[in-house]
T-cell receptor, first 113, second 114 residues
Framework: GQQVMQIPQYQHVQEGEDFTTYCNSS?????IQWYKQRPGGHPVFLIQ?????EVKKQKRLTFQFGEAKKNSSLHITATQTTDVGTYFC?????????????FGKGTLLTVNP | ETGVTQTPRHLVMGMTNKKSLKCEQH?????MYWYKQSAKKPLELMFV???????ENNSVPSRFSPECPNSSHLFLHLHTLQPEDSALYLC?????????????FGPGTRLTVL
């Protein structure tokens, strides 16, 4: 089945440093979604990317979709303690079921104040 | 709050017990999902219901039995579970029955099987 590799698995930063997590697939993706899960919480939708080369920004967060639609990244500028949590990418592969969202293992971000 | 509620929030059961997890969404969505989240594993899709019909059954053992009586409610019936079934079970809903639409997750049920 569809698999998506997410790296790094863990990232610890000092407050104010930048952070990036990457999602990679061996197959072309229909779309990619990003979710954030705070410790003890549940996944919360952040954004969806659909178009090749798409870039979207949400305040300090920048999301990119690769030109080949096989990879994506989430970049946080100047991290804050409120950014702590696990960031997941989730994908639908081209030609696959529209109902089946496959999640990456996630990147756990911790921020030292 | 996301508008998706789950009960109970915590459940401890023996391997011979029968229990049910309940999910309710107040968002007017017409698709609902069950996911399993275990430590060190990706979030795993178990079942999808769209317009109250099951459209995905992701090779889940028969000891897990879903039920969707209407578009607002989703149940997961559990029987003769194994300790490795201990996990966080998350319910989600979306509009339009497609994963192109964002999914709204409930708080989850933390299940421990003894």
């Amino acid at each position: 089945g569809q698999q998506v590799m997410q790296i790094p698995q863990y990232q610890h930063v000092q407050e104010g440093e930048d952070f990036t997590t990457y999602c990679n697939s061996s197959t072309t993706l229909s779309n990619i979604q990003w979710y954030k899960q705070r410790p003890g919480g549940h996944p919360v939708f952040l954004i969806q990317l659909v178009k090749s080369g798409e870039v979207k920004k949400q305040k300090r967060l920048t999301f990119q979709f690769g030109e080949a639609k096989k990879n994506s990244s989430l970049h946080i500028t100047a991290t804050q303690t409120t950014d702590v949590g696990t960031y997941f990418c989730a994908v639908i592969n081209s030609g696959g079921s529209n109902y089946k969202l496959t999640f990456g293992k996630g990147t756990l971000l911790t921020v030292n104040p | 709050e996301t508008g998706v509620t789950q009960t109970p929030r915590h459940l401890v059961m023996g391997m011979t017990n029968k229990k049910s997890l309940k999910c309710e969404q107040h968002l007017g969505h017409n698709a609902m999902y069950w996911y399993k989240q275990s430590a060190k594993k990706p979030l795993e899709l178990m079942f999808v219901y769209s317009l109250e019909e099951r459209v995905e059954n992701n090779s889940v053992p028969s000891r897990f039995s879903p039920e969707c009586p209407n578009s607002s409610h989703l149940f997961l019936h559990l029987h003769t579970l194994q300790p490795e079934d201990s996990a966080l079970y998350l319910c989600a809903s979306s509009h339009g029955g497609s994963s192109y639409n964002e999914q709204f997750f409930g708080p989850g049920t933390r299940l421990t099987v003894l």
